[in-house]
């Protein structure tokens, strides 16, 4: 929203899976966020235990959340996702005096939580009307970029940091945050948890690739070996290079998940887009190329990349958030090729830029693994 925003994460910090991705010199996660974990969507005793152990004034609103958002055919867990991302589930101090956790304004101050829980689910569901589904989409309405409240310019980074808190909570950042179109019971979630909705709730059951498990095997780095890409035309957007009029390609490319031999990945050309690898989650995410690393912000934070991986000279790639992340992958850490960074998702997004133009990626991965 336009309004005055009452509170934002620190931009050092990038969280998923419960991990903090130290994005900025002497950034640390704060104790709140290692309270999230992979729920079912309908799951309000699982929400409440985790607001409970985040020490949030939240704690015991999970039937409220369950409640509200189902009502609107929006995920609950992207609501959580939404206060965690704005007042620190409300743990902020100023948002408890007026029960706002999601910086809903200007200033607006409601009776109970309850209330802001109801208003943020419909807004999204108006949102919704609108044609605002992916939270790339409603990050630009909800928080847009320039706006005269945000003088940090932090508004850019609401749709990766909100990615992030999904994505901990088991739901699909690049999915829109329709209750219909996200998985109601994700692989991650414990066994057992509540998975359905209240009887009668319409639900679409979409594709899950199963999650990877220790007897699946380790992960197979995969890089590039020399085979010829095949750019779909002649400008970047086509993946050419248009100083050679050829494919552009990565040297050293490894492709970005190593998953067990025999795992599925596939993937689709984007374009200029950042392109979408799905593969099970929990599957190894590597550094596609060697760099350092760099937090993503403005329009390419908008779009769901996390972090870039910066190659010396003119190329640079980005990833989408994980779902988790290795010890050491902080701002300014050097990587090499291949090297393990984290978890997947199930969703991994990555783009490529070259010279500041965006370059279709999709031909270097076909080059470097096929799409199953």
Do not use: H
Request: overall charge negative; glycine content about 14%.
């Amino acid at each position: 929203m336009s309004s005055p925003r009452l509170a934002r994460i620190a931009s050092g910090a990038l969280v998923a899976g419960g991990v903090a991705l130290l994005l900025a010199s002497g950034g640390s996660a704060e104790g709140w966020v290692n309270s999230l974990r992979c729920t079912a969507q309908a799951d309000a005793q699982a929400i409440d235990v985790q607001l409970a152990a985040a020490g949030s004034p939240l704690a015991g609103q999970g039937a409220t959340f369950v409640r509200e958002g189902l009502a609107n055919d929006i995920d609950p867990r992207v609501l959580v996702a939404i206060a965690a991302q704005e007042t620190m589930l409300m743990t902020y101090g100023p948002a408890q005096q007026i029960n706002n956790p999601f910086g809903l304004g200007p200033g607006i101050q409601f009776d109970t939580p309850a209330e802001a829980i109801a208003m943020a689910a419909s807004t999204l569901n108006r949102y919704a009307g609108d044609g605002l589904v992916t939270l790339a989409q409603i990050g630009g309405r909800w928080a847009p970029v320039g706006a005269s409240n945000d003088p940090q310019g932090l508004n850019g980074g609401w749709p990766a940091g909100v990615s992030s808190f999904f994505t901990t909570l088991g739901g699909d950042p690049y999915r829109p945050v329709q209750a219909s179109a996200q998985d109601p019971a994700p692989t991650c979630a414990p066994a057992g948890a509540t998975a359905a909705p209240a009887a009668g709730y319409a639900m679409m059951e979409p594709q899950v690739i199963p999650a990877v498990t220790p007897t699946d095997g380790p992960g197979v780095v995969v890089v590039w070996g020399g085979q010829a890409p095949v750019a779909g035309g002649s400008t970047m957007a086509d993946g050419a290079d248009p100083r050679t009029g050829q494919a552009a390609i990565l040297e050293g490319f490894a492709f970005p998940v190593a998953a067990p031999k025999g795992s599925p990945i596939t993937y689709q050309p984007a374009g200029a887009r950042p392109v979408v690898i799905t593969s099970a989650p929990g599957a190894v995410v590597v550094a596609p190329v060697s760099g350092t690393l760099r937090i993503a912000k403005g329009r390419a934070a908008a779009a769901g990349v996390g972090f870039w991986v910066d190659a010396p000279g003119r190329d640079r790639v980005g990833l989408g958030p994980l779902a988790s992340y290795d010890p050491g992958i902080v701002e300014g850490a050097k990587v090499t090729s291949g090297q393990p960074l984290g978890r997947a998702t199930g969703s991994t997004a990555i783009l490529w830029q070259r010279d500041g133009v965006p370059v279709a990626i999709q031909p270097m991965l076909a080059a470097t693994r096929p799409s199953d």
